[in-house]
């Protein structure tokens, strides 16, 4: 029974990658150059908390290797909003809604000239603990989460721009 569900889904996946070979479709990472350029990036974000966070999961999407020398630099600004939300009887919040947005501009070293720009916003929620402790790690946890998320949404933003570039 179990190797009758292995070959089934292997005849499945076949059958789809036959589909889609036929469609022209092309993954976003294939000989596109989208990695090879991502990598190229070197991210200039502003000092702080959330700058550093963001410029590190950035690193790590873009798989930016050190030592490499640049063909695009990004720059960032960022802006971080905190609402209180869910209020208890005594007009205290017991949640908060973090959102982080950065603006960006893709700037191509060789010619100085600025060749993408736009913004990316993600939006998390956190509990507002009574101990001081709690409160503050659950917002530091929900700037890494918002950072990732932002970072993310960048990436996919400039790889699908790079792949329509060429």
Known sequence: MRRVRRLAALALALAASAAVAGCGFQ???GDLGVAQ??????????????????????DDAFAVRPGTPPAYRMDLTLGETRIP????????????????????????????????SGTAASTVTY???DQPYASIAAQQDSQERAAAETARR?????????????
């Open 85 to 116: 939300r869910g209020l208890r009887v005594d007009n205290v919040a017991t949640r908060y809604e973090m959102t982080l947005t950065a603006n960006y501009k893709l700037t191509e070293l060789a010619t100085g000239a600025v060749v993408k």
């Open 37 to 58: 350029n991502l990598a190229a990036i070197e991210v200039v974000a502003p000092e702080g908390r959330s700058g550093h966070l963001i410029r590190e999961s950035l």
């Open 127 to 129: 509990d507002s603990a």
């Open 154 to 166: 960048l990436q996919l933003e400039l790889a699908a721009w790079f792949a329509q570039r060429r």
């Open 27 to 29: 993954p976003l990472y």
